[in-house]
């Protein structure tokens, strides 16, 4: 049995990992994974998967299954690619997982599901529900129908929102390399505190073959988790037991975000996580600014504002800038666009955006 040092973890498994040689699944990787995870399950530990690979395994399928194709854009590639290999990928996640006396469910999301706060609580509903039943979710994006501008950058952002949503103590990124490196593989940076920016200029910024996001994802998404209060490593998913000496606190090659405040509230996490779905931006003047930053909670007044673009309604995110263009924080405002523009900079009624509901960088 493994001695984990968590209740409740996440772990994301990058295409890379999943791939055999052949461009199809690697089904003896994918075997060696599940058993770890039922073997830390069986130790108490609740384990949310997150698991790329039906495009990489839709592909081979595909191309497998004859040598006449019609011609197929892009979109509709990955969109035929998707659903042809989500079926593969469960079926084998379901075979493996009940050899071992456990169930597994499918979780398929799309962006969009989280950019409204009840959608958001219904999902968490669900997958509360598969925890507390003992079975295993297994969650992914909707490859057949997030095809706009509004997809996950891959589903390193996607585990992030879960591990916040589901109040996750650690979240394992798993890829094809140890982790983040300072001048090549052998100069592994194994710690990095969840508020130090320093490291960003050792991300290279390349993606990998079937995936969207690269380590530029990995690292941004660590950070934002690590804030929260999660302990978030970045390792190497090809290396055997890589998951339980993890858990298990084993000094094995990987980078590590030290875990910060652990006290943000599940609307504040919510909101980390929904930059992308804000409506409108609201620039404010260097004393609001001030205001924001400061160790007391404050709220954003309309009277600090100098400028408001775009059209949203009252309870749209709203992203904050100051007068030079930094991006301060988001929240939700109590005001709809036009209401917004005829008090900026005078003293309103109540505030465009309540400490409660906003999230600062």
């Known amino acids: 049995m493994i001695n984990s040092r968590y209740k409740r973890i996440a772990v994301k498994i990058g295409s890379n990992v999943l791939a055999g040689n052949e461009k199809g699944l690697d089904l003896a990787r994918i075997e060696h994974l599940v058993n770890q995870i039922s073997i830390i399950m069986k130790g108490g530990t609740e384990i949310i998967l997150v698991s790329s690979g039906a495009v990489a395994a839709g592909r081979s399928i595909y191309y497998g299954h004859s040598s006449e194709h019609t011609k197929i854009d892009t979109v509709s590639a990955r969109q035929l690619w998707s659903a042809l290999g989500q079926v593969e990928l469960m079926n084998t996640y379901y075979d493996l997982f009940s050899r071992r006396g456990i169930l597994c469910g ?44 509004l997809m996950f950058t891959d589903n390193d952002e996607l585990s992030g929102l879960i591990s916040s949503m589901m109040g996750c103590e650690a979240l394992i990124l798993l890829t094809n390399v140890d982790g983040i490196f300072k001048n090549g593989p052998s100069d592994i940076i194994r710690e990095i505190s969840a508020s130090d920016r320093n490291y960003e200029k050792f991300i290279y910024s390349g993606k990998s073959e079937f995936g969207r996001g690269g380590m530029r994802t990995k690292y941004s998404i660590a950070r934002q988790a690590a804030r929260e209060g999660m302990d978030v490593f970045i390792a190497n998913g090809k290396k055997n037991d890589i998951i339980s000496d993890i858990v298990s606190g084993k000094d094995v090659p990987r980078t590590r975000f030290e875990h910060g405040n652990d006290n943000m509230t599940g609307s504040k996490k919510w ?64 005001y709809d666009s036009e ?12 505030p465009l955006i309540h400490y409660d509901y906003m999230f600062l960088d």
């Open 271 to 334: 909101l980390a996580h929904s930059e992308s779905f804000a409506k409108g931006v609201v620039t404010v003047n260097q004393g609001a600014a001030e205001a924001l930053k400061d160790i007391h909670a404050n709220s954003l007044l309309l009277i600090g504002v100098t400028d408001i673009k775009g059209y949203f309604k009252k309870g749209d995110l709203i992203s904050i800038e100051d007068e030079n263009g930094n991006h301060l924080g988001l929240g939700k405002s109590q």
């Open 339 to 350: 209401s917004a523009h005829n008090l900026i900079g005078k003293k309103a009624p109540r």
């Open 106 to 149: 499918q979780v398929l999301t799309t962006k969009e599901n989280f950019s409204d706060r009840r959608h958001y609580l219904n999902m968490k509903n669900c997958i509360s529900a598969m925890l507390d039943n003992g079975v295993v979710p297994i969650i992914n994006e909707n490859d057949t129908i997030s095809v706009t501008e």
